[in-house]
Nanobody, 112 residues
Framework: QVQLVESGGGLVQPGGSLRLSCAVSGIIFRFYAMHWYHQAPGKERESVASISSDGATNYADSVKGRFTISRDNANNRVDLQMNSLKPEDTAVYYC??????WGQGTQVTVSS
């Protein structure tokens, strides 16, 4: 059974940083691309960043230069380093393996 478990969310002031992690089990992690999505209240879930099995990355325009996605194949984990956070980054953040599974999400709130 594939499981994705996110952690690292919380409350942070504008301009602050958070690091999200997604622990993956039940699958040969290194073979799969990994994605981070977010969903703000009343809005659709949308892609934030992705990383391919060979480490190529892609970012939504809204987070380029502020967020960094990385993967640790030895520990079956994908991280999202979020810097210079803005109130509009407030959302539930999910990790995903396309066509396989989603995590349960972790709340990120950016507020003073």
């Amino acid at each position: 059974q594939v499981q994705l478990v996110e952690s690292g969310g919380g409350l942070v002031q504008p301009g602050g940083s958070l690091r999200l992690s997604c622990a993956v089990s039940g699958i040969i992690f290194r073979f799969y691309a990994m994605h981070w999505y977010h969903q703000a209240p009343g809005k659709e879930r949308e892609s934030v960043a992705s990383i391919s099995s060979d480490g190529a990355t892609n970012y939504a325009d809204s987070v380029k230069g502020r967020f960094t996605i990385s993967r640790d194949n030895a520990n079956n984990r994908v991280d999202l380093q979020m810097n210079s956070l803005k109130p509009e980054d407030t959302a539930v953040y999910y990790c995903r393996i396309p066509s396989v599974s989603w995590g349960q999400g972790t709340q990120v709130t950016v507020s003073s």
